[in-house]
């Protein structure tokens, strides 16, 4: 139990991150259907029944996702608090997840076997999910504002689920629709929709922004501003991604611009959920705006972030904090992992040595030469001028082996620590997921740029995975203690999370959209130029 406590406090950010995907889903079903496709004249049962269909499948996986938090997280309180089961049946959360329960629940009842007309009645449940949101969010827990905030906090969940979750509705009625410009109509009725849900959707995020930053300082010197920044710049590529599809309704003739419509949407819903997921991960932050001690200032980011000579000599195991590591290994054998509560703003874990810290820059830097010479390679790719450089992707099968041996020294095979006990760390288990996306990454793509693969959707493959990982970093290794050593990491890392998003997705469009799209041509050379930047950034990560 105490290793699965471990695990957990990774996997809750994944747990939230999903309930507010499929909170959105749901809710922006509701909104489509009513705001959408009810304004139309013409006959769409067929419509609105698949819509339905897929409101109740994402009520019905929310349902599993609130019954999983609450679980897990009444489970943690008993294990590290001790508090009494009494205790925990009135904590806020519980309460909060089972109104979003009954609230999944009621959208279930009324999505199944009904007519075709009237779907005012679905708003009050989904009125009640947002609600049940919003009470385990940080507006809940501040004593000044706190009615305003959490009036700021439901509009942003509202705008998100009626703009985010309103897209797949949107790819499934263009599906459907009887004719292109019966589609082009229904793309710029929900345009008008997105418009005004952004609109909201940024007034109440920079007024929240506000409340919980505080200050430029805390932007930049915090954990907590740090990913707000991220979601900034992750909700701008949102607004490109949108703007895109809003050209094509207006100038594009309606027969021409459905298939880029879609392809847009696609890559619209993937980096819409990382921004969900961003959203999630600030919730397992402390507000910027209490953390006024010890964070990082600008002259501390400038010395560590300004260019130096990459490491290339590593540490001798001999060097590495043996004894502390047999100590673990001892816990790991013992199962006496700690499962004590975890108070923002304490000391925090022990510090690395500056042992350990070269031992990390020099597998970042010799990261980074690998992924570096990956991008380079695929530009020299696309050219055409070697035809031996579409092999690149087996680079990484070399980075693979490298990340395997070398990102957690305490561990099998070069520490005292078992690969299988191991595992019960929740970084470790990140870094061994890393490993087993880089091998398949190599598999999948060396497949297609070589021309054994050249339809179908292997060739997705490579993509979803880039785009994955990048929306996984945003999970990683976030700094409850503010501590700078690891609010000045996770700088570096924030970078790598928004260039991974953004190849991902733009090798998506490129393999995706129509050939006479010019915007194809564009992202082609955009995908490999962010895995390159990728490895720049590689090469000057530094923790000391």
Not at 207 to 231: D, E, H, I, N, R
Not at 282 to 294: E, F, K, R
Not at 347 to 359: D, H, V
Request: hydrophobic share 55%; charged share 15%.
């Amino acid at each position: 139990m105490a290793r699965l406590l471990q695990v957990f406090g990774f996997l809750s950010v994944l747990f939230r991150g999903a309930t507010l995907t499929f909170q959105s889903l749901a809710i922006g079903g509701i909104v489509f259907l009513i705001f959408v496709v009810r304004r139309t004249k013409e006959d769409l049962a067929a419509l609105q029944q698949a819509c339905l269909l897929w409101i109740r499948r994402s009520a019905i996986a929310l349902v599993v996702m609130q019954v999983s938090y609450v679980l897990a997280n009444s489970i943690i309180l008993r294990q590290s608090a001790e508090v009494p089961l009494r205790e925990i049946l009135g904590a806020n959360f519980v309460l909060a997840g089972l109104i979003g329960i009954v609230s999944a629940f009621t959208v279930i009842a009324l999505t199944a076997a009904r007519p075709s007309t009237g779907y005012a009645d679905l708003l009050l449940p989904a009125t009640a999910i947002i609600a049940s949101s919003v009470m385990t969010s940080h507006s809940m827990s501040r004593l000044d504002y706190r009615a305003p905030l959490v009036v700021f906090t439901a509009l942003h969940q509202a705008a998100t689920a009626a703009w985010l979750g309103g897209l797949p509705y949107l790819l499934i009625a263009i599906r459907r629709a009887r004719s292109p410009e019966f589609a082009r109509q229904l793309s710029a009725r929900f345009s008008q929709l997105a418009l005004v849900s952004v609109a909201v959707l940024a007034s109440a995020g920079l007024l929240l922004s506000f409340a919980y930053v505080g200050s430029l300082q805390a932007l930049y010197g915090t954990s907590y501003g740090a990913m707000v920044a991220t979601k900034v710049l992750l909700f701008g590529l949102l607004l490109f991604l949108g703007a895109l599809n809003f050209q094509l309704v207006r100038r594009g003739p309606a027969s021409s611009i459905l298939a880029s419509l879609k392809r847009f949407g696609e890559a619209e819903i993937g980096v819409g959920i990382t921004v969900i997921l961003t959203a999630a991960s600030l919730t397992s932050l402390p507000p910027a705006a209490d953390l006024a001690n010890d964070r990082v200032t600008g002259p501390e980011i400038i010395a560590r972030m300004s260019p130096r000579s990459p490491r290339f000599s590593s540490p001798a195991m001999q060097e590495l904090p043996e004894d502390v590591y047999a100590a673990e290994k001892n816990a790991f054998e013992a199962g006496s992992l700690s499962t004590e509560s975890y108070v923002p703003g304490q000391t925090g874990t022990r510090p690395n040595t500056p042992a350990e810290k070269a031992w990390s820059e020099y597998n970042h830097h010799w990261a980074g030469i690998i992924v570096l010479s990956m991008g380079l390679l695929a530009l020299v790719a696309q050219a055409g001028r070697l035809s031996w450089a579409r092999n690149w992707p087996l680079a990484f099968f070399g980075l693979s082996a490298f990340l395997f041996l070398r990102s957690d020294p305490e561990t099998w095979p070069l520490g005292p620590v078992g690969f299988w006990a191991s595992l019960a760390d929740p970084e470790i288990l990140v870094h061994r997921f890393f490993v087993l996306l880089v091998i398949a990454l190599a598999v999948f793509e060396w497949r297609v740029q070589t021309g054994r693969v050249t339809s179908g959707r292997a060739r997705l493959v490579f993509p979803v995975l880039i785009a994955v990982s990048g929306a996984l970093l945003l999970t990683h290794s976030h700094s409850l203690g503010n501590l700078k050593d690891e609010v000045l990491a996770e700088l570096s890392h924030l970078p790598l999370a928004i260039l991974a998003v953004t190849a991902g997705w733009s090798r998506w469009l490129e393999l995706r959209l129509p050939s006479e799209n010019q915007t194809r041509t564009v992202v082609a050379r955009l995908w490999p130029l962010c895995i390159a930047l990728i490895g720049v950034v590689l090469l000057n990560y530094r923790e000391m």
